[in-house]
């Protein structure tokens, strides 16, 4: 299956695991267990929520346990909060300022989800591989968080 087939049929997966479901924490943490277990290669899948103007704190995630607050500006999930915009990271090691929560990691996507305007969470996805992730990951992950922010 091409990537963009692929990340069509978990938008589908996505919409229909939120469908009449207004608790966003329920949400998350299907979403994140449905992101961990289809994507290959990746040791981390969850979200990290605003917590105040200057922290992210961990939300619903599938992996090895987490970085509980991140700075707002640190890290890579710091730099997606602070942006507004998708990190796609081939090696993490040369990411200035990042925060190794899981030494294993190596590449790194984070996709803000957005509220009213405003970061309201990212979306964190990390692999033990460099290179994971590509244009065509970001794209998906992208219209599969469009669709989250659709339903908050």
């Known amino acids: 299956m091409q990537k963009h087939d692929f990340y069509q049929s978990l938008v589908k997966q996505t919409q229909s695991l939120i469908a009449g ?27 990290y929520f605003m917590d105040s103007p200057t922290e992210l704190v961990l939300g619903p995630f599938q992996g090895n346990p987490a970085c509980i607050r991140i700075p707002v500006g640190k890290g890579v999930c710091g730099t997606a909060a602070a942006t507004a915009e998708t990190q796609l990271i081939e090696d993490v090691h040369v990411f200035d300022g990042h925060i190794a929560c899981d ?15 405003k970061v309201f969470a990212v979306l964190d996805i990390d692999s033990p591989s460099i290179g994971r992730f590509d244009a065509d990951d970001k794209v998906g992950l992208e219209a599969l968080v469009k669709c989250l922010e659709a339903s908050l």
């Open 21 to 47: 479901e207004s608790n966003v924490i329920a949400n998350l943490a299907n979403i994140s267990a449905l992101l961990f277990t289809s994507l290959e290669d990746v040791n981390w899948a969850g979200f």
């Open 103 to 117: 030494a294993a990691s190596n590449s790194e996507v984070v996709v803000p989800i957005m509220k009213h305007g």
